[in-house]
Each structure stands twice: as C-alpha cells, then as structure tokens.
C-alpha cells in the first residue's frame, strides 16, 4: 500500500517549465507529486516558453490569485520580419516582409514607444474570454477576434542583441534579444508583434523565458525532472512554507495576539497610515504567525483571505 503523504497547510514550488508543457500540465504533475488535488498556479506560460511558474498547494492555492498581480520577468527573442498567426514562432507565418540593415537607433526608438504605461491589445489567441469563450479557442473555430485594448506597464523593454540572420523560407530576417520586465496582464508576444508593427517590418516572437514572478525567481525554481529525483530519493518536495511565501510577497503587518485573533474572525482593523501600500497586506500574529491577506478600504483591513 503507498504511503500516504502529510499534505500540512501547503505552500509554494517554483518551477522552472520545460518548453512543451502547458501550464495545466505542470499543475497535472505535481498533483501526482504532492498527492493532492489542491494544486494552480499563478500566471499562465504559453506552451513554448520557459522559465518561472509558481505553483501553490493546499491551502497555498489561496494566495495565486494574489501573486498573479505583481510585476514579471523575461528574457526573450523578437523576428523581425515575418508575422505569425499566433503572433510567436509555434503558428503558421502569414506575412515574410524581410527585415535587413535595421538601423539600431530606429528600433531603440520603437522600442521606446512600448515602454511605460501603455495600451496594449491581447494577442487573438490569449487566454482572455470574450462572452465567457477564450479568445484563442473563438480563433480556432474560425471566427475573427478583435480584442479591447487595456493599460499595462513595461517597466523595462531593452535590446541586448541584434542578429541579421535567414528565415528558413529564405527571408531575411532580424532577430533581437530582449528582456521585459512588465505587469501581469502584459504579452510578450503583443510587444513583439507591436514592435514589427511600428517598424513596418511585421515582428513575431521565437523564444521566450520568464526569469522572475514578484520575489521568486530562476535561480530558486527546480525542474520537473529535479523534483522527481527528489521524491524518487525519499526526500521531500520543496515547499515554500504558507508564511515565507507570504511575507516574501507582500508588505508585512505584524500584530499582538487580541489584534491578530480579531483579524482571523474578520474584524476590520484600522490600517496603519503609512508604509504598507494599497496592495495585499499579509498580516503576522506572535510566533510568526501567518493570519490572513488583507487590504486597506476606507482605512480599515478588510480580508482577502484568512489562514487561521
């Protein structure tokens, strides 16, 4: 008979995604590792990228959608000169305009036009719903999807390299090397596809790695093969505890234990005036610990989520 694991409160793994997963396929694993249906993760990778995806178990699922919103790193590859269907390099290209002899102060100059507080229209084939329907599958079933616009911030859109190289159709192309450091909501893909617009050349993206989600980052993510090992070995899984992840994340509000106990029945406290942010607000009883997730209203706390 298999050995039952202690599931406990949960908390968070970061995985480093391998290209060819979806991000459910991940989840489906570490269901199968963790030995609990109580498995999400916060911020979808497409298929072909790569890089850093937070998973939650247990009672960690509670925080996803709260990670889900603070800011995000890439690195990736931008082609300039050819567009694709699914605007990255795994749809069926539909414009070769070439793309050779970039002039690099031109593309630095486009390239800053996408930075800052920008509207920025999803990608046809995102995830976004229209009437309650994913966009990409109203795409796959043939139907024209226009999406709104909406506002995102790219902190940061920098050109490390640019390559002149030749598509395999025989296109010229040119390919940079990029890293973006942006909101949740952003798509890589919509910069590049933007970018290629702006230029005239059509623009696609060919790689892309996320490096960093709010605090946790690639040098502390394990790949999927690792965490086999890992349990293969008798050892435990990796897991963030609820509390560090918490506080790892958000602004912290330490409280004595009569404040803390009200804060668990869903009193709402008064907020301290200043230093704590309009965002979730984790909040810590005596003894590290972690009560709840709250956010100011009107000066008070009110809960997101209680952990008590």
């Not at 690195?75 to 002039?103: F, H, K, N, P, Y």
């Amino acid at each position: 008979m298999a050995r039952k694991r202690d599931n406990g409160p949960g908390g968070l793994i970061v995985v480093d995604k391998p290209a060819g997963f979806t991000s459910h396929d991940v989840v489906a694993k570490l269901r199968g590792m963790a030995r609990t249906r109580r498995v999400g993760h916060a911020g979808t990778l497409d298929p072909m990228a790569t890089g850093v995806l937070v998973i939650g178990t247990e009672r960690a699922t509670r925080l996803l959608g709260h990670l889900a919103l603070t800011e995000k790193e890439y690195v990736a590859t931008v082609r300039l000169g050819q567009e694709t269907v699914t605007e990255d390099a795994e749809g069926e290209i539909t414009a070769s305009r070439g793309a050779e002899d970039l002039d690099r102060a031109r593309v630095e100059a486009a390239v800053a036009s996408l930075t800052g507080e920008i509207q920025q229209v999803p990608s046809a084939v995102s995830a976004v719903k229209v009437d309650g329907k994913r966009a990409y599958a109203r795409v796959r079933e043939g139907e024209q999807v226009e999406l709104a616009a909406r506002p995102v911030t790219v902190s940061a859109f920098v050109v490390h390299d640019l390559r002149q190289e030749t598509a395999g159709d025989g296109t010229p192309v040119t390919d940079l090397l990029v890293s973006v450091v942006c909101s949740s909501g952003t798509y890589v893909r919509a910069l590049a596809r933007d970018l290629g617009a702006a230029l005239g050349t059509g623009g696609h993206l060919t790689a892309l790695r996320r490096t960093r989600v709010g605090p946790y980052k690639l040098d502390g993510a394990h790949t999927l093969d690792r965490l086999q090992e890992r349990l293969d070995a008798g050892e435990p899984l990796p897991v963030l505890p609820l509390g560090e992840a918490a506080a790892a994340a958000f602004p912290r509000w330490d409280l004595d234990e009569e404040q803390a106990r009200r804060i668990g029945n869903g009193v709402q406290l008064r907020m301290p005036a200043q230093g704590l942010g309009p965002g979730p607000v984790a909040v810590f009883g005596p003894g590290e610990e972690f009560v709840a997730l709250v956010r100011e209203q009107g000066g008070r706390a009110k809960s997101l989520a209680v952990f008590v």
